[in-house]
Nanobody, 117 residues
Framework: QVQLVESGGGLVQAGGSLRLSCEASGSIFPFVAMGWYRQAPGKQRELVAAITSAGVTSYADSVKGRCTISRDLSKNTVYLQMNSLKPEDTAVYYC???????????WGQGTQVTVSS
C-alpha cells in the first residue's frame, strides 16, 4: 500500500507563487507516473501536470509556462511549482501516483490553494 501526503497549499495573492509537495510512503517503486490534479467548486477534477516514469513532463494549457512539475526520487516526493498564480487557479490540488499494477492508482487527500485577486 502507498500513502500520499500533499503539503504547501495556502492563500496567496494573484501573481504570487506556491510550491506543492507530495510525499509517498509505504511500498514504493520509484519509477512510476505521477500527476497533479485540481478540482474547483462545482467543477470536475482536471489534470494540471504529469511526469512519466521516465521523467517526461506535460502540462495543461491553462498552466503551461507558469507551473513546473518535478520529482526527487531519493525523497519519494513530487513537486508542483506554481508561479504567476491567478484567481482561477483556486482549487483543491491532488497528487496521484500510479502503481506498477495495471489499473491501480493512489491519491492524496488534497491541499487547498486559494488565490485572491
Amino acid at each position: 500500500q502507498v500513502q500520499l501526503v500533499e503539503s504547501g497549499g495556502g492563500l496567496v495573492q494573484a501573481g504570487g507563487s506556491l510550491r506543492l509537495s507530495c510525499e509517498a510512503s509505504g511500498s514504493i517503486f520509484p519509477f512510476v507516473a505521477m500527476g497533479w490534479y485540481r478540482q474547483a467548486p462545482g467543477k470536475q477534477r482536471e489534470l494540471v501536470a504529469a511526469i512519466t516514469s521516465a521523467g517526461v513532463t506535460s502540462y495543461a494549457d491553462s498552466v503551461k509556462g507558469r507551473c513546473t512539475i518535478s520529482r526527487d526520487l531519493s525523497k519519494n516526493t513530487v513537486y508542483l511549482q506554481m508561479n504567476s498564480l491567478k484567481p482561477e487557479d483556486t482549487a483543491v490540488y491532488y497528487c496521484k501516483r500510479q502503481s506498477r499494477v495495471p489499473g491501480v492508482e493512489y491519491w492524496g487527500q488534497g491541499t487547498q490553494v486559494t488565490v485572491s485577486s
